[in-house]
């Protein structure tokens, strides 16, 4: 092509900083999740991790902050604490970040098993022992421990301790 009026200009490369930033703008991310997707975009691995410690040093990216925000994620969509925990030690965060985060979760995880029962069988809960069962499963696979499962299929309506 001309270098006519018609032409098109070049955009600069966005700075390994900006790219990281974009990601930020989306949604909360790890140090290590932040690394992994800027070299995958083809960043070299030391200027990846010199813009997300910068990031990191400005406020922008804060594992605490972002394991906080995946606990109440993910308990919203159902999962339990065991699930959660995992997934947390999944993205780099050491115990310490990751305990504190678990801490900062208000809900009730016994609650979060009841709803999930609930959304899946009816208000009425598991009717019969297969699907007491079936809750139970689901419930394990999503990382309740026994205890909760226990007070979650048991559940009556009319009784307020379960």
Request: hydrophobic fraction near 35%.
């Given at each position: 092509m001309s270098?006519?009026?018609?032409?098109?200009r070049q955009r600069p490369q966005p700075t390994a900083t900006q790219r990281?930033?974009?990601?930020?703008?989306?949604?909360?991310?790890?140090?290590?999740?932040?690394?992994?997707?800027l070299t995958a975009r083809g960043v070299?691995?030391?200027?990846?991790?010199?813009a997300v410690a910068r990031l990191?040093?400005?406020?922008?990216?804060?594992?605490?902050r972002f394991a906080e925000s995946l606990v109440r994620s993910r308990a919203?969509?159902?999962?339990?604490?065991?699930?959660?925990?995992?997934?947390?030690g999944t993205h780099g965060l050491d115990r310490d970040t990751i305990a504190a985060a678990m801490d900062?979760?208000?809900?009730?995880?016994?609650?979060?098993?009841?709803?999930?029962?609930?959304?899946?069988?009816?208000?009425?809960g598991p009717r019969d022992l297969a699907q007491r069962r079936k809750a139970a499963d689901l419930l394990m696979r999503r990382?309740?421990?026994?205890?909760?499962?226990?007070?979650?299929?048991r559940f009556d309506p009319d009784d307020p301790e379960g």
């Amino acid at each position: 092509m001309s270098d006519g009026p018609r032409a098109r200009r070049q955009r600069p490369q966005p700075t390994a900083t900006q790219r990281a930033l974009g990601l930020l703008t989306r949604r909360e991310h790890s140090r290590r999740e932040l690394t992994r997707k800027l070299t995958a975009r083809g960043v070299e691995a030391g200027e990846a991790e010199a813009a997300v410690a910068r990031l990191a040093g400005e406020g922008w990216q804060d594992d605490a902050r972002f394991a906080e925000s995946l606990v109440r994620s993910r308990a919203d969509s159902g999962y339990g604490p065991l699930h959660v925990r995992a997934e947390l030690g999944t993205h780099g965060l050491d115990r310490d970040t990751i305990a504190a985060a678990m801490d900062t979760f208000e809900g009730d995880w016994t609650e979060v098993a009841r709803d999930l029962v609930r959304r899946r069988f009816g208000e009425s809960g598991p009717r019969d022992l297969a699907q007491r069962r079936k809750a139970a499963d689901l419930l394990m696979r999503r990382g309740f421990d026994g205890d909760r499962i226990r007070a979650a299929t048991r559940f009556d309506p009319d009784d307020p301790e379960g």
